[in-house]
Every structure is written in C-alpha cells, then in structure tokens.
C-alpha cells in the first residue's frame, strides 16, 4: 500500500465485510464512538476502517491475507491486524464514556456510555500486559461531572499504570493547571484536541468549550513536557478552508505542537447537525505534505512518538511515518 492508496482509503473510511468471519471491534473513543472497525495493514503502512454496510469498500478473504475491492477493483492486498486494546500494540481506553459537553461532530454526548473505575482501568491494561504486546498507553477521556475532576480520576490511573514500565499518554478537556497535575502524575505525553482551526465554526460545532483555553494549554505543555510530546487533533471537514489550516499548523508547529490531521467521521447520531465533508484524498494528502514540511521546518518529528495517534497511524497520514 503506497502513500496515495493509503489517502483513499482514509478518504473513504469505511469496509463492508465479506462475512460473519470477519469481524469489527467496537470503538469507544471520540467521534466515532459505538461503531465497529477493522485494522488493515499493508507493507508498513496500517489504517483503520469503520465498519459500514453501504461502504464502497469491501474486504474479502484470500486464504492467505485479505483484499481491499472498490468499484471491481483491488485497491489493496494485506491482513488484518488484531488490535490489543482500541489499536495494536497499546492500551488505548476511554475512562468516561460520556460528556458534558456537547460538540455536534462527537457520538459521545448521545451514547452516555459507561465509566470506568481505576480498578478496571488498572485490570484491563494488566491483561493485556499478559499478551506480551503491549507497548504503551494511552488514555482518553469524557468529562463525566467537569474537566477539573475528570483530570484528578486520570492523573490517580496514570500514577497507578506507571508500574508497567511502558509510555503513558493522556487525552482529556484541559484547564488551567492540567499540565503540572499530569506531569506530577508521571504522564509521558498530552494530547489536547482544537478539533476546528475556524474559531468562527469551532463556537458553534463545540458550544461551551474555550478556543483559547486550549491553544494556552498546548503551549504551556511544550514547556512542561517537551517537544515531541504535545498533540492536538484537527478534524478536517467541518467547513474550515485549507488557507487557515495551512496558517493553524504553521502556529501549532512553532508552538512545539504536533498535529494530527483527522479526516471528519459523519457519525449517524449527528447527522445534520453540523457540515461534515469527508475530505478527498487529495485533500488530505497536500495537507499531509505541507504538515510535514511544517514539522521539518520546526524540528519536529512525530516519528518520536511514544503513545496515542503518531504510533498506532491507522486514521490518519501520518508525517514521521507514512511520509
């Protein structure tokens, strides 16, 4: 699978399977929360796919490997991989299935999930420390009553999880002071999502939530944490234009941050609420190229990554790895 194979599919992201033999593990984390998916690799490259009946893409078995089919033809030949938790090789759980707050691209506010106790947190990445695969863990989170009491529940996980002697990275809304409490926690890396670089669309798709809040919170952990070790999400496809992406990485990336460019995922249970274009191919990979001349140009390298996005790159092209 080269580069550009890898942008269609992402373009599309999603399979029908060939059958019952194939099946799609469940998502708890982020927009597509409550869905199914499946983990495609071929080559070096790996990317991950929603499960969706009336996907232009089918996957079908070859007895040995799998193939991806669009329009009769075989756009890619590979496997499957198993992921351990979420996403091969890490422990990637969601703590607070559920959120206050309620950006209208996210599935999350409508499912109202479960949550999950730090003993269940500490039992899930025991077992899967059993398998021999794991090698890091990333946590990501709802805000289940305020970000203040959300970020103290994960900071308490993250100092018990420090015994497995593997990175731990952290997801969550932050807030003044969030950095200190999870570096004081033994986190490794941060990951604080702008989602919408358009602070004109960003107020309407993520009501309640500070723009500001989060560009001072990503600055402030470059400090704290050190380069290499910050990321934000941008969802691409909520309307943003692609001149204000270009001027948002160019700030992120001067900041120290690295930004992970996620293509929008038209969640069901926010159908119509807010403009959701799955970007083309083309799309994502010029924005791919120019985040990572940004990169580059900022002594940046998300190949360094020790959790999260930038190891796992199953949704995303992703500069340090793919390109």
């Known amino acids: ?41 071929s080559g070096s490259r790996l990317v991950r796919l929603s499960v969706v009946e009336s996907s232009p893409l089918h996957l079908i078995s070859l007895g040995q490997g799998v193939a991806l089919i669009k329009d009769a033809l075989e756009v890619a030949r590979g496997r499957l991989v198993k992921p351990l938790l979420h996403c091969p090789d890490q422990a990637y759980i969601t703590v607070s299935e559920r959120c206050i707050f309620d950006c209208k691209f996210c599935a999350v506010p409508k499912l109202m999930g479960g949550i999950k106790t730090g003993e269940t947190v500490l039992r899930m990445v025991e077992e899967a420390a059993q398998t021999g695969q794991l090698r890091a863990i990333s946590l990501t989170s709802g805000v289940e009553v305020s970000p203040q009491a959300e970020a103290r529940k994960v900071a308490g996980i993250v100092r018990d999880l420090k015994r497995f002697d593997v990175p731990v990275g952290v997801s969550i809304s932050p807030f003044p002071g969030v950095n200190q409490l999870l570096k004081d926690a033994g ?3 941060v990951k604080y999502n702008l989602e919408c670089v358009d602070p004109e669309i960003f107020s309407r798709v993520c009501p309640g939530i500070s723009y500001q809040e989060i560009m001072d919170a990503l600055e402030e952990a470059v400090g704290i944490f050190g380069r290499n070790r910050v990321f934000t999400n941008i969802i691409i496809g909520l ?37 959701m274009d799955r970007p083309s191919a083309q799309r994502l990979l010029e924005l791919a190229r120019y985040l990572k001349k940004a990169l580059e140009k900022n002594g940046l390298d998300g190949g360094e990554a020790l959790t999260g996005c930038y190891r796992c790159t199953g949704c995303d092209l992703a500069p340090g790895v793919d390109l």
């Not at 029908?16 to 983990?39: D, N, Y």
């Not at 001149?243 to 249970?269: C, K, N, Y």
């Open 187 to 189: 986190a490794d890396e």
């Open 1 to 41: 699978m080269d580069l550009e194979t890898k942008a269609l599919l992402l373009s599309v992201g999603s399979v029908q399977l060939a059958g019952p033999q194939e099946e799609g593990r469940p998502s708890t984390a982020g927009p597509s929360a409550g869905g199914q998916s499946i983990f495609f690799q």
């Open 239 to 275: 309307g943003e234009s692609d001149d204000l992406l270009r001027r948002s990485i160019d700030e992120l990336t001067g900041m120290g941050v690295i930004p992970v460019l996620r293509a929008v995922f038209a969640h069901p249970l926010r159908q119509g609420e807010v403009q």
